[in-house]
């Protein structure tokens, strides 16, 4: 019986210890995760931002992002150790060992007068003629008679003085930490418990097994719907045109699900009117076109109406209703744009290339929905073939102030970006008829805007010269630079609802053939995730190249440094098509900011494969003067802006001249906006 409750009183501290090994680690991973997060959250600090109430930490807020499902959980469970720890520490001062000379307060070894007298002593203050407490009573029955009993008799303290137990030598016993209820198993507890270890062994597994199956079975890895991805893989097209993207992006599964309710009828109503400019609409047969939009499908015309709030920022023309599921939407856009850009990008042709259309116009509506800005502004207008769009991003900015710095020949952003502070002063103050106040939050903005140097390498690894055929391997760097010194940071985004992070897209692309040959997502949030991948890859490909030891781990230190200073990795393979020049582009994309992407031109020449494998040499020789002089006609000319539907196309010449020849051996250097690599292969 003994033995038993010894037992029971140990399944406490198992259960404890069950619980503590998972719970611990689980917990500190989470703190390291949470202090990882605060520490990467750099926001913009202009009063544009801090007005939004997107980054106040009020205590609501605190407790409605604390108040998640697996935060609660984490919580009740440490909530249900510390009871554990309570009940056990109380328990461990009732179990108490059998020591027959501290019950008498005795030492060890004392004499039998000794004994006696303390018996006596002990009897009377706890016999029951004495003393007539109940609890008295069974103290003296239970350990005082019993104790003396163990010590005048001579057997039964000789073996208590050498063994420990009056009864003598002990064997070994061994018990399971279980409490008695379970280990009775006889008559109708024996059932109880079989529909115990069934239930929780058997059936809650089970259960848990098939929600999780049907969940991952209707989602991806990135949260984003099946059904989703396939919408957007069929309606996906080579010459989609920037401005067609949003009626993909409105087809997702997910906006299908946000319910149209009859309430949102009118408000719906008010809306087309504010944004009827950015539909898209045949203004010479204005009534069919209308009538045509309102015949498509409820969720559609929904989602693309509140898409075009966020856009021309109307949404305080929204119902309350409205406002919740706008917020849903643009919760939900992020992962939809990205994973719309993976659509565009993905390969299609025979040669496995990419498209480069569609991915440049899902890029301009991602910048577009981050900074509220219409997709008409992007119209070519004045000197700038990106619009008024850019400006449009930066905090007090209208149309009528860009039109007055446009009389002083400010027309681009860069423009703006390139006067120094007093003479940006002077002319929002004095021209603009801006405050200082807000002048100096546009100080703040143009400071947190990237900037990015591009580093570019296309070459067959351990060959010298690009053979048709080959698998030729890119090598980029990309470096980002603000003029506050940070390098990962939240955008300047106060229109919309949540915290965004800065991500890139590299894509080594053929404009001419609308192919994109490699593409690679970069963040520069994770420095320790870049400087893994940046370690592994140069590793990697300096022993296959045959480099020594030493030259390897000086190659690795010199990307670990390159990493920290603020550059990515970005590495991507494509096999070489038939002999010939071919004029590339490099496009490093911001998804968040309009107007600080990078454009720069890249000409590969492909070299007939030769017979028993051997290289054409004579072929190489021509390619460093050409390089040195198309370079030096590079730094006069500078690089436009990618291309989009609202800007007017490149010249073909122009982009010849622009290019960077090497035979068989591509390099490019370029600096303009902001990316973030993982060091990993391109697609």
């Known amino acids: 019986m003994a033995a038993s409750e010894e037992n029971s009183a140990l399944f406490p501290i198992f259960i404890l210890t069950i619980m503590a090994l998972p719970l611990v680690p689980y917990t500190m991973l989470k703190l390291c995760r949470a202090a990882s997060k605060k520490r990467k959250s750099i926001h913009c600090q202009c009063s544009v931002c801090s007005q939004s109430g997107k980054y106040r930490k009020s205590i609501f807020k605190r407790i409605s992002n604390f108040s998640t499902c697996s935060n609660l959980t984490l919580v009740l469970l440490w909530v249900i150790m510390a009871v554990l720890v309570y009940y056990i520490k109380h328990i461990s001062r009732e179990v108490q060992v059998f020591e027959p000379f501290s019950i008498l307060g005795l030492e060890p070894g004392a004499s039998d007068s000794e004994i006696k007298k303390a018996y006596r002593r002990l009897s009377i203050q706890y016999h029951p003629d004495k003393n007539p407490?109940?609890?008295?009573?069974?103290?003296?029955?239970?350990?005082?008679?019993?104790?003396?009993?163990?010590?005048?008799?001579?057997?039964?303290?000789?073996?208590?003085?050498?063994?420990?137990?009056?009864?003598?030598?002990?064997?070994?016993?061994?018990?399971?930490?279980?409490?008695?209820?379970?280990?009775?198993?006889?008559?109708?507890?024996?059932?109880?418990?079989?529909?115990?270890?069934?239930?929780?062994?058997?059936?809650?597994?089970?259960?848990?097994?098939?929600?999780?199956?049907?969940?991952?079975?209707?989602?991806?890895?990135?949260?984003?719907?099946?059904?989703?991805?396939?919408?957007?893989?069929?309606?996906?097209?080579?010459?989609?045109a920037p401005s067609k993207v949003m009626d993909v992006f409105s087809k997702a599964a997910e906006y299908m699900e946000i319910p149209v309710r009859r309430t949102d009828a009118e408000p719906l109503q008010r809306l087309f009117m504010l944004v009827r400019s950015e539909l898209n609409l045949d203004l010479k047969n204005i009534r069919q076109e209308q009538a045509k939009f309102w015949k498509q499908h409820p969720a559609l015309v929904k989602t693309e109406l509140l898409i075009q709030a966020q856009l021309t920022r109307e949404t305080a023309a929204l119902s309350p209703a409205l406002q919740v599921d706008l917020k849903r939407m643009l919760e939900l856009a992020p992962r939809l744009l990205e994973e719309l850009m993976k659509m565009a990008i993905i390969p299609r042709t025979s040669q496995g290339h990419g498209w480069l259309r569609p991915a440049i116009g899902v890029v301009e509506l991602s910048q577009s929905v981050i900074q509220a800005v219409p997709l008409s502004a992007r119209k070519a207008t004045g000197g700038s073939s990106e619009g008024i769009a850019p400006f449009l991003q930066l905090p007090h900015f209208s149309e009528a102030i860009v039109k007055k710095i446009a009389r002083k020949k400010v027309r681009t952003l860069q423009d703006l970006r390139d006067l120094t502070i007093d003479e940006r002063a002077e002319l929002l103050g004095n021209v603009a008829g801006l405050s200082p106040s807000e002048a100096q939050d546009i100080e703040i903005v143009l400071d947190m805007m990237p900037?990015?140097?591009?580093?570019?390498?296309?070459?067959?690894?351990?060959?010298?010269?690009?053979?048709?055929?080959?698998?030729?391997?890119?090598?980029?760097?990309?470096?980002?630079?603000?003029?506050?010194?940070?390098?990962?940071?939240?955008?300047?985004?106060?229109?919309?609802?949540?915290?965004?992070?800065?991500?890139?897209?590299?894509?080594?692309?053929?404009?001419?053939?609308?192919?994109?040959?490699?593409?690679?997502?970069?963040?520069?949030?994770?420095?320790?995730?870049?400087?893994?991948?940046?370690?592994?890859?140069?590793?990697?490909?300096?022993?296959?190249?045959?480099?020594?030891?030493?030259?390897?781990?000086?190659?690795?230190?010199?990307?670990?440094?390159?990493?920290?200073?603020?550059?990515?990795?970005?590495?991507?393979?494509?096999?070489?098509?038939?002999?010939?020049?071919?004029?590339?582009?490099?496009?490093?994309?911001?998804?968040?900011?309009?107007?600080?992407?990078?454009?720069?031109?890249?000409?590969?020449?492909?070299?007939?494969?030769?017979?028993?494998?051997?290289?054409?040499?004579?072929?190489?020789?021509?390619?460093?003067?050409?390089?040195?002089e198309e370079e030096e006609h590079e730094e006069e000319e500078g690089y436009d802006d990618y291309e989009s539907e609202y800007s007017e196309d490149d010249d073909e010449d122009e982009k010849k001249k622009n290019s960077t020849p090497a035979n068989g051996v591509a390099n490019g250097k370029g600096s303009g906006s902001s990316s973030d690599g993982s060091g990993t292969d391109g697609e």
């Open 451 to 628: 900037s990015i140097t591009l580093e570019i390498t296309c070459e067959t690894e351990g060959e010298e010269g690009i053979q048709e055929g080959d698998i030729v391997t890119m090598h980029a760097w990309v470096t980002l630079n603000r003029k506050n010194g940070l390098v990962g940071a939240l955008p300047h985004a106060p229109f919309f609802p949540s915290h965004k992070e800065e991500n890139f897209w590299l894509l080594l692309a053929d404009s001419a053939s609308n192919d994109v040959w490699v593409s690679q997502k970069v963040n520069f949030m994770d420095e320790a995730a870049a400087v893994t991948a940046a370690s592994k890859a140069i590793q990697e490909s300096k022993e296959g190249s045959g480099f020594s030891l030493k030259e390897i781990n000086m190659a690795v230190k010199e990307a670990v440094e390159k990493v920290k200073s603020g550059s990515r990795l970005v590495m991507g393979k494509f096999q070489a098509p038939s002999e010939g020049n071919y004029n590339l582009t490099s496009y490093c994309l911001c998804d968040s900011w309009i107007g600080c992407d990078k454009k720069m031109s890249l000409k590969v020449k492909v070299l007939k494969r030769s017979r028993a494998g051997t290289r054409a040499g004579p072929a190489l020789e021509e390619g460093p003067a050409l390089e040195d």
């Open 133 to 240: 407490d109940p609890e008295a009573n069974k103290y003296f029955v239970e350990f005082i008679s019993k104790a003396y009993q163990a010590l005048t008799d001579p057997i039964s303290r000789e073996n208590f003085e050498k063994y420990g137990h009056p009864d003598g030598r002990q064997g070994l016993q061994m018990g399971i930490a279980l409490p008695q209820f379970l280990l009775n198993i006889d008559g109708a507890s024996g059932g109880i418990l079989l529909l115990g270890i069934v239930g929780v062994c058997i059936l809650l597994p089970l259960m848990m097994a098939v929600i999780y199956l049907s969940r991952s079975s209707k989602y991806t890895g990135n949260y984003v719907m099946h059904q989703t991805l396939s919408t957007y893989y069929f309606f996906m097209k080579p010459s989609l």
